[in-house]
């Protein structure tokens, strides 16, 4: 092991030291920081500055009728794009997340309250550029929404949702049933394993070791949850899906069937398309301590989750997924610096051993920031994403933070290392929880990253791809 390997193991050490012996300590502070722990709001651009800056006193300063006079200039445009970013955020944490967020009532609206909109682009240097929106209507309890995205016809998305919800006694009641339709042609698969070029399972069959896929996925999906307290949520997901491999319409040298030897890809055919169809339960757990998800503040996040999942129309594969993450938002210096050491875990375990599972199933790592999502840079049977992350307001919606992740997968639990593993860092910022710009280096090179309208909620089973 050289110098390099100890630092990494060192690093992660800490990370889980942090995690494991210090929230036993914490859990008796949570309620005592959560009551100072209000977001910096309801002031104005100058004295947000000031404040959260940790300076008490009026500053007076030289160019106060020149800054008077760009306020008054520059108002309508900076109130529009407050706005457009604030309801943009609200409509994602509203439309977009399965989670249960606070009472929101500012977005862009079309009619009396009830018909609202908000744009949705996701970029990442290196990948197509996607544009698209999202429209929904609300009429307590019954909410309807509508979201798409588009590019050609071979990379789209469209997704569409009702969802009921209910208060009783201070218990919160939600039902939701979506339909979703993506088709994407540029998957990147890089082989199982932590070292897939040296792992005995993928047989290359060329000098490329990167396989490009297209993939057509359709899903029915119903989700039943129940907030008994605030603290608290719990939901079972049931959907049914169809998803379709293939190489993608035009030859090149780096499709699947041009990397790989056909037939050697877990769960794929020899001739490089394959149909799978599946039914997948899940029951999942969540508890946060947090006075805002999506802003900097300070508390403790866990969540659990168990699902299984069984083939239909003939597909005879099964399987079962378990894992979960934990993660300490706690304060340094100030209530709102926040250092954040997280770790996420996945597992896998196939239920038919006469019936290879496909890799499309094998753990996902969406909250590794070092990759696109549309890459499978590493899996495989376990699947561990530690991180540190530092956080800090920069005004009522927008937040810093910089961040390190590490992406470790094994076919073996015990044998999961930061050896060779890859590794991100990068600084961003964070808009209500619905915008997000980060620009990150690594193992994998650069990667500059705007997402605008899309959902945060980076281990959601039902968002991986």
């Known amino acids: 092991m050289n110098l390099n390997q100890k630092v990494r193991n060192f690093l992660l050490g800490?990370?889980?030291?942090?995690?494991?012996?210090?929230?036993?300590?914490?859990?008796?502070?949570?309620?005592?920081?959560?009551?100072?722990?209000?977001?910096?709001?309801?002031?104005?651009?100058?004295?947000?500055?000031?404040?959260?800056?940790?300076?008490?006193?009026?500053?007076?300063?030289?160019?106060?009728?020149?800054?008077?006079?760009?306020?008054?200039?520059?108002?309508i445009p900076r109130t529009a794009t407050a706005a457009l970013l604030t309801s943009t955020g609200n409509g994602v944490r509203l439309m977009d997340d399965s989670h249960f967020i606070e009472l929101v009532e500012?977005?862009?609206?079309?009619?009396?309250?009830?018909?609202?909109?908000?744009?949705?682009?996701?970029?990442?240097?290196?990948?197509?550029?996607?544009?698209?929106?999202?429209?929904?209507?609300?009429?307590k309890p019954l909410s309807i929404s509508y979201?798409?995205?588009?590019?050609?016809?071979?990379?789209?998305?469209?997704?569409?949702?009702?969802?009921?919800?209910?208060?009783h006694k201070n218990v919160v009641w939600k039902l939701s049933f979506e339909g979703k339709l993506k088709t994407r042609n540029d998957y990147e698969y890089y082989g199982l394993g932590s070292d897939p070029e040296n792992d005995r399972r993928n047989e290359f069959i060329s000098s490329e070791r990167i396989g490009i896929y297209q993939q057509k996925l359709r899903r029915l999906q119903f989700v039943a949850g129940v907030r008994p307290h605030k603290k608290w949520q719990f939901f079972v997901t049931t959907y049914a899906e169809n998803r379709r491999i293939t190489n993608p319409g035009e030859f090149d040298s780096e499709n699947l069937?041009?990397?790989?030897?056909?037939?050697?890809?877990?769960?794929?055919?020899?001739?490089?398309?394959?149909?799978?169809?599946?039914?997948?339960?899940?029951?999942?757990?969540?508890?946060?301590t947090r006075a805002d998800h999506n802003l900097v503040s300070s508390g403790v996040h866990l969540e659990a989750y168990f699902g299984i999942s069984t083939g239909l129309g003939g597909d005879e594969s099964r399987f079962l997924r378990a894992g979960g993450a934990l993660a300490w938002f706690f304060p340094v210096i100030k209530h709102n610096r926040l250092i954040v050491p997280k770790m996420a875990i996945n597992r896998i375990n196939d239920l038919n051993e006469n019936r290879e599972?496909?890799?499309?199933?094998?753990?996902?790592?969406?909250?590794?920031?070092?990759v696109s999502s549309r890459t499978l840079l590493r899996t495989d049977k376990y699947s561990l994403v530690p991180s540190l992350e530092y956080q800090w307001p920069l005004s009522s919606i927008l937040n810093g933070f910089a961040f390190v992740d590490y992406l470790v997968v094994n076919e073996n639990l015990q044998k999961l290392s930061l050896n060779r593993a890859p590794y991100a860092y990068g600084i961003g910022i964070n808009l209500n929880g619905g915008t997000r710009f980060f620009v990150g280096a690594g193992s994998e090179g650069v990667r500059v990253t705007a997402n605008i309208g899309m959902s945060s909620r980076a281990d959601d089973r039902t968002r991986w791809q």
């Open 147 to 167: 979201k798409g995205s588009f590019r050609s016809s071979d990379l789209f998305s469209t997704q569409a949702r009702i969802s009921w919800s209910k208060v």
């Open 106 to 139: 500012r977005f862009i609206y079309i009619y009396e309250k009830n018909l609202g909109w908000y744009p949705m682009v996701s970029f990442t240097n290196g990948t197509q550029t996607m544009l698209g929106g999202a429209v929904f209507y609300r009429k």
């Open 357 to 370: 599972l496909s890799f499309a199933y094998y753990p996902r790592h969406r909250s590794f920031r070092g």
């Open 257 to 288: 069937n041009q990397v790989f030897l056909p037939g050697s890809i877990p769960g794929i055919l020899p001739n490089q398309e394959s149909t799978h169809k599946q039914l997948y339960n899940e029951i999942a757990g969540y508890f946060d």
């Open 14 to 75: 800490i990370v889980l030291a942090n995690l494991c012996f210090s929230l036993p300590v914490y859990s008796q502070k949570i309620a005592t920081v959560a009551k100072n722990n209000t977001v910096d709001s309801l002031m104005t651009a100058d004295e947000e500055y000031y404040y959260i800056r940790g300076i008490d006193k009026e500053c007076k300063r030289w160019d106060e009728p020149l800054r008077a006079a760009a306020n008054v200039v520059f108002y």
